[in-house]
């Protein structure tokens, strides 16, 4: 269940109280009775941060501190609102209310933020779907340091995180590159983003030799999808394109991967897609004065009949050749003809995100997101700030010419894979001669689905990325 936020300037009645405070707060005025304020007055000295109090609803006092930043101290509300979805939903408590009473400005926000990213679930092929099912369904939050707008924000992001994990956690079986299509076709129609998706005939039409070499071993047809969000107010002359990896499964084709378990999330690989379908559908849901267009090519990556071999020297969409040496190396086939396509856009920045290197995962673990780029350092640093701020943290591998040389080919103007080292940097070298404009490269293979809960940002699909172009994006809007 996907709760929505509101905030309220006078008390509601709700299931569920978490009322914030600090040390500094003064209890008499958190509505708080004479017995129940002793109990937390008690529970300070013994150092207990989570105070529950007798009695129905479910009534807490959460006892905040602030922490050496601003972003540490948002990111731990974030994740204690995520922990305090436990005892609401076994209480199948519907209605939350948040208290600040902190000294902490906004700290509702957060703490609402987290809860409602945290009771994400998808469970729609089991029988019991329904007994299974959250119950929390809205939060209510009394903070002086939020505003209307902040919340209707939050709440579209909310929306769009959530069918963002949808379509990523929604197996191949079930959604393939058609169906992705359709499911971007339809959430563009909802917010007013105009879209095309080019089927496979025009796709050779176009000459899309990348996309189309992957599709090769696959019996389902590839798509490539546009959506364009052009309001009359955009503050922006020329657009920022957005690029998102759709590869709806990946076995690494004739290259397969290995069993074991690395096949076992790949239908996780469209994260990419999925991801820039949901920020431009957020950023028209919100009307926000800004031109973005977002391009998603899509296949499966299959070891079919004609599954492309390595070996192949492949015509991609701008004429350059590839020689594919490894077939699991099929993101940045697709990827490629989708930058070459941006240019003819004249765009402002272009930003791909892709599920493309598992060197990017072991370079960083779980807690980053790898970046490469060719904006201007200022460009880079707003992002890297954005990041920050959602706690969707980024850290940056340089694209010297060096590492360019590794991706050379005998036989054709380059080759699709690098060797061993420094992976996510050699895909990173192979997509930039793609490319003509500024260009920031996002790898998230890795932090698109994890196999265990990652607090807030649940256990599967977590929609990485999302919440980091939104605020970057909002950043830009904000600027001129
Ligand atoms: N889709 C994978 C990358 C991936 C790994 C995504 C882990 C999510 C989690 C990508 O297509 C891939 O197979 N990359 C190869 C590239 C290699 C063959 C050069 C990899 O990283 O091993
Ligand atoms: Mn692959
Ligand atoms: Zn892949």
């Known amino acids: 269940m996907k709760p929505t936020i509101q905030l309220e300037t006078k008390p509601v009645k709700t299931d569920a109280i978490i009322i914030l405070i600090d040390k500094k707060s003064n209890l008499n005025k958190c509505g708080l009775t004479k017995t129940e304020i002793t109990t937390v007055q008690q529970a300070i000295k013994k150092d207990i941060k989570l105070i529950t109090l007798n009695g129905v609803p ?7 501190e602030a922490k050496q930043d601003q972003m540490r101290t948002n990111e731990d509300l974030r994740k204690t609102g995520n922990s305090l979805l436990a005892s609401i939903n076994k209480y199948k408590c519907k209605k939350v209310g948040i208290a600040n009473h902190s000294g902490i400005s906004g700290a509702a926000y957060f703490i609402a933020e987290g809860m409602a990213l945290g009771n994400y679930q998808f469970i729609q092929y089991k029988k019991d779907a329904t007994k299974k099912e959250n119950s929390l369904q809205s939060v209510r939050i009394a903070d002086a340091g939020i505003s209307k707008h902040q919340i209707a924000e939050l709440n579209a992001t909310i929306e769009a995180s959530y ?30 983003v105009k879209v095309t998706v080019f089927n496979k005939k025009k796709i050779i039409e176009m000459g899309m030799g990348g996309l189309l070499s992957v599709n090769q071993g696959s019996i389902d047809p590839p798509t490539f999808t546009i959506m364009e969000y052009k309001p009359a107010n955009a503050k922006n002359q020329k657009p920022i394109v957005l690029v998102g990896k759709g590869v709806v499964y990946d076995t690494g084709g004739l290259s397969l991967k290995p069993t074991g378990n690395s096949m076992d999330y790949m239908k996780c690989d469209m994260a990419g897609a999925a991801t820039m379908g949901g920020v431009i ?65 004249d765009p402002e920045l272009v930003i791909d995100m892709a599920t493309l290197t598992g060197a990017a995962h072991r370079a960083l673990g779980n807690f980053a997101i790898a970046y490469m780029s060719t904006a201007d350092s200022d460009t880079n640093k707003k992002l890297e700030q954005a990041g920050e701020e959602v706690f969707e943290r980024l850290v940056y ?11 050379e080919s005998d036989i054709a103007d380059m ?40 607090s807030y940002r649940g256990k599967n699909a977590t929609a990485i990325g999302l919440r980091l172009l939104l605020q970057f994006l909002k950043h830009r809007m904000n600027e001129q």
Do not use: C
Not at 300 to 311: E, I, L, S
Not at 397 to 407: A, D, R, S, T, V
Not at 418 to 437: M, N, P, S, V, W
């Open 415 to 454: 080759k699709n894979v690098g060797g061993a080292l420094a992976g996510h940097i050699t895909a990173g070298k192979f997509l930039q001669r793609f490319t003509d404009y500024p260009w920031i490269h996002l790898d998230i293979a890795g932090l698109a689905f994890f196999h265990s809960t990652m």
């Open 397 to 407: 591998f340089p694209l010297w010419e060096e590492y360019g040389e590794l991706i």
């Open 163 to 192: 069918r963002v994990r949808d379509l990523v956690n929604e197996p191949v079986n079930h959604l393939n590159a058609e169906g992705l299509a359709e499911a971007l076709s339809q959430m563009g129609k909802e917010v007013g």
């Open 281 to 345: 559908y957020t950023a028209a849901k919100l009307q926000w004065p800004l031109h973005i267009i977002a391009l998603m090519p899509a296949t499966d990556n299959r070891p079919g009949g004609n599954a492309f071999a390595p070996g192949d020297i492949i015509k991609m969409y701008n004429g350059l050749t590839v020689e594919m040496l490894n077939s699991d190396a099929e993101g940045r086939m697709i990827l490629a003809d989708a930058l070459s396509y941006s240019k003819q856009y």
């Open 58 to 64: 479910v009534k807490q006092v959460l006892l905040l």
